[in-house]
Every structure is written in C-alpha cells, then in structure tokens.
C-alpha cells in the first residue's frame, strides 16, 4: 500500500505542473533465463520484466519516476520491485541532481532489500584538442538487514576523447572510489542446540574493513570501419589499495559481499578486456556483438572448496567470458506526435570459472524487449 501511494503521490506531483512538458514511457522484457541467480546449481525460469516511466520536463529542470518490477515465473516468491526518482538540471555544459532508489522484495525475501540516495554533478570541457568530461558523485547506501555494509561512497569519474579525422575515436577514463562503512563492528548473540540437544547461548562480535578505497582507469578505442559498420575495443583495470585481513574475509560466509549480491564495483579488482561490432543494415536495423573477458580478484573474499567449507587464506579468483548479440530497430509513429516504438532481440551467455564453489556457474539468456515512449 506505501508503494502504491507514493507512486500516486508522484504521478500527481508531476501532472499538477502546468507549464511543464510530461512524458511517458513503458518497456516490457520477456527472457528465458536458465540460471537467473546465477548459482552452480541452476533453477532455469521464464523471467518478465516490467517498466515505466514518468518524466516531467521543466526547461532546464526535469522530475522524473522509473519503476521495474521483476517476475520470476517459476519462483514467484523471489519477485520484486525497484524504484527511482530523479530531480536534475540540464544545460549544454553541466548536468546536477539528486536520485534516490529502492528495492522492495516479497515477504521473506527482503534479505537483498536495500536503498540509495546520490547527488551528482557533471560538466563538459572542450577545447581544440580533447572533450573533457568530470563527473564527482556522493552517495549514501543502507541495507535493510545488513547493517554491518551501510557506507557512505565518493566516486570521481572522468572521461576524456579525441576524434580524429580517420574515423578513429580514442577514450581515456577512469574513476576514484572511497567507501566508509559506517557500522563496521556489529555484535549480539546467537543461539544453537549441540550434539546433546542442549541450547546455547554465544556472544558474538563481526568487525568489517572500516573503508575501501578503489581505482579504475580504461582505454577504449572505436573505429568508423564503413559509413554502416563500427568496431571497438576496450582495456580496463581496478586496483583495491587496502590490505584485507582474514578476519574481515568471515563477513563473505554471514552477510555477502556488496561486489556479488549488490554488484558494487568498490569491491573487486583486475582486468576486463571488450571487443564490440556494431553493423546498421536494411537502412534502420542495429546488429550489436560482444566479447568480453573479464579477470576479478575479490581480496574482501576467501574461497569456498565446496559447498560447506570455507578458507581465509585463500582470495577468490575469477575468468569471466561473456559473449552477447542483439537487434534492434526504432520504429517512429509522426501521427502520434512522434512516439517511439522501440524492439530488440538479445542473447547473452556467461562462463564464470571461479575457485570458489559457489561462484562458479554458467548462465544463458535469450529474450524480447518492447518499448514504448510518447
């Protein structure tokens, strides 16, 4: 019910602006996904996807709601809900603002529940040689049930490119992360029956890293091969400065770890390599291929040799692959004051080899996805 009343609270928010310029959007995705929680242990399941948008144009300013609700047809009771509401102004040079997101889900299932609220601010530089981008951000991030991972984030983006007059496009970016866990210490008790259905009673105390601090940098480079065809490739590295110790790595096996459940790149480090084709045919069509290897290294994490046992002295260690295809095509309707059909088929399979048994899976998708903007 707080759900429904905020979304009419915000529907009727943005209408109630006269002199504002409204629109729509809805998108649906239909996917058959055959390890959605991408487990060595796989429970396959049709997964459908549904979104919307409200945006609410005010010249520079705009207000605008997504929400995305999340079906697993065979596992129902995993569904749930995501919503965002963003406040920003725009202009030619710089772009601010504030978001705020959160994710509920079903019943028992709350575990994963979190929210998030960030400002941000961006700015475009240019001059004869380069465009320059710089795009500081703070964030503030709790977890409903997992106290002991509330942080506070800084993150500095920059993006910096050159094109050149053979078509070649060259990139230059990055981003500095520093993350400060603001309950590192978490302690209560827990209750257990041993060997002779005795109940006891033990004190227990959890202590986390106290901050995290993370660099990331990439080239990229794109090619214009034809007037229809374009081909790039991408080298990026992420570097963790901490030292972790083995007692921060107990946390993995109680409460998770951000860099899996939540995917927060703070938490991980190595090398990721990409090679991408896009190739326009029939006039309208878009033909998109990638191949991405990615090489991760988890320090806040140790390994699991099997599905029980759990080692710190060990830090888990993952070759990723991934190869993905899809089209798509925009379909535009002048009678309809310009809307916009968009439709695209996609497909996607991962190999994750890991060292750690309950990383090491294999995923494969395949799905429809139809949008609607007017």
Same mark, same amino acid.
């Given at each position: 019910?707080?759900?429904?009343?905020?979304?009419?609270?915000?529907?009727?928010?943005?209408?109630?602006?006269?002199?504002?310029?409204?629109?729509?959007?809805?998108?649906?995705?239909?996917?058959?996904?055959n390890?959605?929680?991408?487990?060595?242990?796989?429970?396959?399941s049709?997964?459908?996807?549904?979104?919307? &948008?409200?945006?609410?144009?005010?010249?520079e300013?705009?207000?605008?709601?997504?929400?995305?609700?999340?079906?697993?047809?065979?596992?129902?009771?995993?569904?749930?809900?995501?919503h965002?509401?963003?406040?920003?102004?725009?202009?030619?040079? &710089?772009?601010?603002?504030?978001?705020?997101?959160?994710?509920?889900?079903?019943?028992?299932y709350?575990y994963?529940?979190?929210?998030?609220?960030?400002?941000?601010?961006?700015r475009?530089l240019?001059?004869?040689?380069?465009?320059?981008?710089?795009?500081?951000?703070?964030?503030?991030n709790?977890?409903?049930?997992?106290?002991?991972?509330?942080?506070?984030?800084?993150?500095?983006?920059?993006?910096? /490119?050159?094109s050149?007059?053979?078509?070649?496009t060259?990139f230059?970016?990055?981003?500095?992360?520093?993350?400060?866990?603001?309950?590192?210490t978490?302690?209560?008790?827990?209750?257990?029956l041993?060997?002779?259905?005795?109940l006891h009673k033990?004190?227990y &105390?959890?202590?986390?890293?106290?901050?995290?601090?993370?660099l990331?940098?990439?080239?990229?480079?794109?090619?214009?091969?034809?007037? &229809?065809?374009?081909?790039?490739?991408?080298?990026?590295?992420?570097?963790?400065?901490?030292?972790?110790?083995?007692?921060?790595?107990?946390l993995n096996v109680?409460?998770?770890?951000?860099?899996?459940?939540?995917?927060?790149?703070?938490?991980?480090?190595?090398?990721?390599y990409?090679?991408?084709?896009?190739?326009?045919?029939?006039?309208?069509?878009?033909?998109r291929?990638?191949?991405?290897?990615?090489?991760?290294?988890?320090?806040?994490?140790?390994?699991?040799?099997?599905?029980?046992?759990?080692?710190?002295?060990?830090?888990?260690?993952d070759?990723?692959?991934?190869?993905?295809?899809s089209?798509?095509?925009a379909?535009t309707?002048?009678?309809?004051?310009?809307?916009?059909l968009?439709?695209?088929?996609?497909?996607?399979s991962?190999?994750?080899? /890991?060292?750690s048994?309950?990383?090491?899976?294999?995923?494969?998708?395949?799905?429809?996805?139809?949008?609607y903007?007017?």
């Amino acid at each position: 019910m707080k759900k429904i009343n905020f979304i009419i609270f915000v529907s009727a928010l943005m209408v109630s602006q006269i002199n504002a310029q409204l629109s729509f959007g809805i998108n649906t995705n239909q996917q058959y996904n055959n390890n959605p929680f991408q487990s060595p242990i796989p429970i396959e399941s049709l997964v459908s996807t549904y979104d919307f &948008t409200i945006s609410n144009n005010m010249n520079e300013y705009e207000l605008s709601y997504y929400g995305s609700y999340i079906n697993l047809i065979k596992i129902p009771e995993r569904n749930f809900y995501w919503h965002q509401l963003a406040f920003t102004k725009n202009d030619s040079v &710089t772009s601010l603002g504030v978001v705020a997101e959160q994710r509920i889900g079903k019943d028992v299932y709350t575990y994963f529940d979190f929210k998030n609220i960030y400002v941000f601010y961006s700015r475009n530089l240019t001059n004869d040689f380069f465009n320059i981008n710089i795009n500081p951000l703070l964030s503030y991030n709790t977890y409903d049930e997992i106290k002991i991972l509330n942080n506070i984030k800084l993150t500095l983006n920059y993006k910096i /490119s050159k094109s050149l007059e053979n078509g070649t496009t060259l990139f230059l970016g990055g981003s500095f992360n520093f993350k400060k866990y603001l309950n590192p210490t978490q302690s209560g008790y827990y209750t257990y029956l041993d060997s002779n259905n005795v109940l006891h009673k033990e004190f227990y &105390t959890d202590q986390n890293i106290n901050s995290l601090v993370n660099l990331s940098s990439y080239v990229r480079i794109a090619q214009s091969v034809t007037e &229809t065809t374009g081909l790039a490739f991408q080298y990026a590295n992420k570097t963790i400065f901490n030292k972790i110790s083995d007692t921060n790595k107990e946390l993995n096996v109680i409460y998770g770890d951000e860099s899996a459940i939540f995917d927060d790149p703070a938490n991980l480090q190595g090398n990721f390599y990409a090679v991408e084709l896009t190739q326009i045919f029939m006039e309208d069509w878009q033909l998109r291929l990638g191949y991405y290897l990615n090489k991760k290294y988890y320090p806040t994490q140790g390994v699991y040799e099997d599905s029980e046992n759990y080692f710190l002295n060990k830090m888990r260690t993952d070759k990723q692959t991934i190869f993905g295809i899809s089209i798509s095509k925009a379909f535009t309707f002048d009678f309809l004051n310009e809307s916009n059909l968009n439709l695209s088929l996609n497909f996607q399979s991962i190999n994750n080899n /890991s060292n750690s048994y309950w990383f090491n899976y294999k995923n494969t998708t395949f799905g429809i996805n139809l949008g609607y903007q007017f």
